[in-house]
């Protein structure tokens, strides 16, 4: 079955670019598929950051979208997630995940902790 | 704020029946199916009801889902300490055209 790992930088300066990696194990990203990142604040809810399909095509949380990009390395079988100008509340965990039907999300990373701090 | 609106907490005793509520809109709940997932302290999110009151294998019968209108609801049977986690109520939004989640609810096994 599809097994996701996030990985990257935990600590991210302000202003600065989060990168996130999703590695794609035990299936390909260029199945029939969307993919998914999600975070979560400390303490807080899930919120939606966005989803590409394996042919580049991505839905952007409006709220993000001026500074969000993903993007899809068939080649590695990854996704990448960057957020550019980054603040204090963009610390969060960061799960990528593959949506299934809506808001139907399985499997699910283990989730990579990004903290913005100088 | 969430646009879907659960409880900030729940609690029942070992063999009680509990329920969570998610109250949300027409774009939303209203519109399409729910999805529950619960979350154990620093874990990931754990898919628990899908389509509304579908349960993935592995998932025992203890845990039910349904939808009224524009609220749906979580039912957990037969409590047992190790129910004791944050559950979030997620469904597709027009507004948003992207899924929405709940606040999320802490549930407490006394």
């Known amino acids: 079955q599809v097994q996701l790992q996030e990985s990257g930088p935990g600590l991210v300066k302000p202003a600065g670019t989060l990168s996130l990696t999703c590695a794609v194990s035990g299936g390909s990203i260029s199945s029939d598929n969307w993919w998914t990142w999600v975070r979560q604040p400390p303490a807080k809810g899930l919120e939606w950051i966005g989803d590409i399909y394996h042919s580049g095509t991505t839905n952007y949380n409006p709220s993000l979208k001026s500074r969000v990009t993903i993007s899809v390395d068939k080649s590695k079988n990854q996704l990448s997630l960057r957020l550019s100008s980054v603040t204090a509340a963009d610390t969060a965990v960061y799960y990528c995940t593959r949506p299934r039907g809506g808001a139907w999300f399985d499997p699910w990373g283990q989730g990579t902790l990004v903290t913005v701090s100088s | 704020q969430s646009v879907l609106t659960q409880p900030p907490s729940a609690s029942g005793t070992p063999g009680q029946r509990v329920t969570i509520s998610c109250s949300g809109g027409s774009s939303n709940i209203g519109s399409y199916t729910v999805t529950w997932y619960q979350q154990l302290p620093g874990t990931a999110p754990k898919l628990l009801i899908y389509r509304t009151d579908q349960r993935p294998s592995g998932v025992p019968d203890r845990f039910s889902g349904s939808k009224s209108g524009t609220s749906a609801s979580l039912a957990i049977s037969g409590l047992q300490s190790e129910d004791e986690a944050d559950y979030y109520c997620?469904?597709?939004?027009?507004?948003?055209?992207?899924?929405?989640f709940g606040g999320g609810t802490k549930l407490t096994v006394l």
């Open positions: 997620a469904a597709w939004d027009d507004n948003l055209n992207g899924p929405v």
